[in-house]
């Protein structure tokens, strides 16, 4: 951030090291809970403004995850390669999958269309293994 121009005060740091370091998608109340437990001065307003900030400037993306807990919104930094979220539709269990048929498909769009993908989001939801042998038992 601070290449961008942007100041990165010690919450921005500690918000942004918390995402870093989740195994899964966090949601507001998470990573405000999280950035606490690192740092007390760490308040909402300030987890709002630093995924603001974050947003705006690519660092970071905001999921609905096919709106599986309602309207709340998930965050995840960018990793080096685009993915696809799978999304189990009774557990509510979020996988990523990452193929080289997805980064070909968004080569042939940019092709098709004369353009360059700079964003791509895919979220796919089904049931999961564990939860379809949950309902045959």
Do not use: N, W
């Not at 709340?72 to 189990?88: F, K, Q």
């Amino acid at each position: 951030m601070a290449k961008r121009g942007i100041r990165m005060t010690r919450q921005r740091r500690v918000i942004l090291q918390v995402m870093d370091d989740a195994e899964q998608h966090l949601d507001v109340d998470q990573i405000l809970e999280r950035a606490q437990k690192i740092d007390s001065g760490v308040h909402l307003v300030t987890v709002y403004r630093t995924i603001d900030l974050l947003k705006k400037q690519g660092l970071i993306d905001e999921l609905d995850l096919l709106h599986l807990r309602g309207d709340r919104h998930y965050y995840e930094t960018h990793g080096p390669r685009d993915h696809i979220h799978v999304a189990c539709l009774r557990c509510g269990k979020v996988r990523e999958f990452e193929s080289r048929l997805y980064e070909q498909l968004k080569k042939q769009i940019a092709r098709d269309f004369h353009m360059k993908v700079t964003v791509s989001r895919t979220e796919v939801g089904g049931y999961c293994e564990e939860c379809l042998r949950k309902t045959k038992e």
